[in-house]
């Protein structure tokens, strides 16, 4: 099958990241528009102190998602994807992937596995799962411990 819209959802994760690498393989070979999705959660509260320290910015900081949604735009554009789209959106991330797949008419969605975003972090592959049940085409779960195929490193 050839796809022709990809939409992945990175939020710096192993497992985003695993998502991002499958995603640009998959548009690369397909000539297919990837469009990179990044969610973050704005909150007037001090960040949830039981979260590691490491990862309290990725419940609300949007600078961050856009350096993520950056990254991956390079990691694609480094692997001949010609056509992709970058969005930083505030809001939870199934929801915002599912609407950038309607937006974008996509026919793929690639999600990782467990991500780290918002305070869903705390329920592995809750976005996952999510995506899975609602999306409108079909959807890639890219486990944070596949192995990059051989050809595509």
């Not at 007037?44 to 990254?71: I, S, Y």
């Not at 599912?98 to 991500?115: K, M």
Request: with cysteine.
């Amino acid at each position: 099958m050839t796809y022709r819209t990809i939409v992945v959802g990175t939020d710096g994760s192993a497992s985003a990241e695993r998502a991002v690498e499958h995603s640009v393989d998959l548009a690369a070979a397909d000539q297919a528009r990837l469009v990179i999705v990044t969610a973050y959660e704005r909150t007037d509260t001090t960040p949830d102190e039981r979260a590691p320290a490491d990862v309290r910015w990725m419940m609300a900081d949007p600078n961050e998602a856009e350096r993520h949604a950056r990254h991956a735009r390079t990691v694609a554009a480094e692997h001949g994807v010609g056509d992709v789209v970058v969005q930083a959106l505030e809001g939870e991330p199934a929801d915002e992937l599912l609407e950038a797949a309607d937006t974008f008419d996509a026919d793929l969605i690639v999600v990782g596995s467990v991500g780290l975003t918002g305070s869903s972090r705390f329920l592995l592959g809750s976005v996952a799962s999510s995506v899975l049940h609602h999306a409108p085409c079909d959807v890639l779960v890219v486990h944070s411990h596949t192995a990059r195929p051989a050809a595509a490193q």
